[in-house]
């Protein structure tokens, strides 16, 4: 394995843009959106930020943020740049992620999904992540339902 799963930092966020910009159906935020969940909230007893990336030779490969509120967590945006998926990037990012959670003591944690994107669908159903329910027109560009998916975390 030539890459690692690292702490996101400042000087990440606009190679994160940069890769979440080339992935289409990935959520679109901005470079101010990245940073705030580099910050630690005021209160950290009520919400703690998470965000990891995959490095390999200085290059982001891979990211992953979210937010815990109250021993719930949300997996926000989740991507692998293509040229290196299916080869375990996501499922480490998602496992640090997940032991990020269980770090802060956090017992469930659920996310959104284009109805359309059946890999990801696939992807967290081999990480434990079941269908919930969904949102309708949740999505723009293309409008499209979210479905929700949730998980306990051990």
Partial sequence: M?????PMTESHVA???LLERSTPGAAHWTPAAYAERLVAPADLSAMVNIALVAIESNTVIGFVVGRAVAREVELEN???AE???RQGVGAALLDQF??????HRCES???EVRSSNEGAR???QRGGFSESGTRGNYY???VEDAVVMGRAIP
């Fill in 2 to 6: 030539k890459w690692r799963v690292i």
């Fill in 15 to 17: 190679a994160v843009v």
């Fill in 78 to 80: 989740i991507v692998v």
């Fill in 83 to 85: 040229s290196h998926r």
């Fill in 98 to 103: 997940m032991h990020e959670c269980e770090r």
């Fill in 109 to 111: 944690m659920h996310l």
């Fill in 122 to 124: 696939e992807f967290y």
């Fill in 140 to 142: 723009a560009n293309p």
